[in-house]
C-alpha cells in the first residue's frame, strides 16, 4: 500500500532558528512530491513541489525542501523560523493514480 | 486571477437534517474539482474528485454525494446528517488535464458540526 510518513505529530523551534518537518513516503515508481501549509481556520496553500532534477527544491516564504531518492525522503527545511511560520505543514507525494496521498500533518510552533 | 469560493464558512446542523455545500472557481474553464475531509485539524480525507460536467468519482462509501451541474460549481451533499459527518470540508481545484505534478487550490473550509 502506498503512503507517507510524518513521523513528528509537533515541532517546536525557537525563533531564528533553522527548522526541519520530516516526511518519508512509500509510493511506487517516481513519485511527484509537494509541501502544503495550513493556517488556523484556513485552506492549505501551495509551498513547493519536486518534479525532477535538482534535489533541492525552494518554495514560498523561504522553504525549500530536500528530496532524497535512496532515503524516500522529502524533508521540508527553513534556515531561520519566524513565528508567523506556526502552522500545520502536509507532506502529500502523488500516488500511481495521479491522486495525492496525504500525511498526518506536523504542528510547526515557532517560539519568540 | 482563479479565485475559489467555498461556503458556507460555518455551519451547524441537527442529525438527520440535509446538508448542501458549495464551491466555485472563477477565472478558469474545466478545471478538476475536489471536496476533502479533514478531521479535528489533521490529515485530509480525499472524498470525491470531478474532471468535467456530471462526472464524479468517489474515493470513500459514505453519507456523502457530490454534483457538478455546471464546469465551475461543485456541490457537496448528504440527504440524512450523521454525527460523524462532522469536520472541516474543503473544496480544492486544479487546472483542466492536468498532470500529478499540477498544485492544488484551496477554499478557505467550511466548519461543519452535527450535533
Known amino acids: 500500500a502506498q503512503s507517507v510518513a510524518q513521523p513528528e505529530d509537533q515541532v517546536n523551534v525557537a525563533e531564528g532558528n533553522p527548522l526541519t518537518v520530516k516526511c518519508t513516503y512509500s509510493v511506487s515508481g517516481n513519485p511527484y512530491l509537494f509541501w502544503y501549509v495550513q493556517y488556523p481556520n484556513r485552506g492549505l496553500q501551495f509551498l513547493l513541489k519536486y518534479i525532477t532534477g535538482d534535489n533541492l527544491v525552494k518554495g514560498s516564504y523561504g522553504f525549500e525542501a530536500e528530496f532524497n531518492k535512496s532515503q524516500t525522503s522529502f524533508h521540508l527545511k527553513k534556515p531561520s523560523a519566524l513565528v508567523s511560520d506556526s502552522a500545520l505543514y502536509f507532506c502529500?507525494?502523488?500516488?500511481?493514480?495521479?491522486?495525492?496521498?496525504w500525511g498526518a500533518g506536523t504542528k510547526l510552533i515557532i517560539k519568540p | 486571477s482563479q479565485t475559489i469560493h467555498q461556503w458556507p464558512a460555518t455551519l451547524v446542523q441537527p442529525v438527520g437534517s440535509p446538508l448542501s455545500l458549495e464551491c466555485t472557481v472563477e477565472g478558469t474553464s474545466n478545471p478538476n474539482l475536489y471536496w476533502y475531509r479533514q478531521a479535528a485539524g489533521r490529515g485530509l480525507q480525499l472524498l470525491f474528485y470531478s474532471v468535467g460536467i456530471g462526472q464524479i468519482s468517489s474515493e470513500v462509501p459514505q453519507n456523502l454525494s457530490a454534483s457538478r451541474p455546471q464546469d465551475r460549481q461543485f456541490i457537496l451533499s448528504s440527504k440524512k446528517l450523521l454525527l460523524s459527518d462532522s469536520g472541516f470540508y474543503l473544496c480544492?481545484?486544479?487546472?483542466?488535464?492536468?498532470?500529478?505534478?499540477?498544485?492544488?487550490?484551496f477554499g478557505s473550509g467550511t466548519q461543519l458540526s452535527v450535533l
Open positions: 480544492a481545484w486544479s487546472p483542466g488535464q492536468a498532470s500529478a505534478n499540477e498544485k492544488l487550490f
Open positions: 502529500a507525494p502523488s500516488s500511481s493514480n495521479y491522486q495525492l496521498i
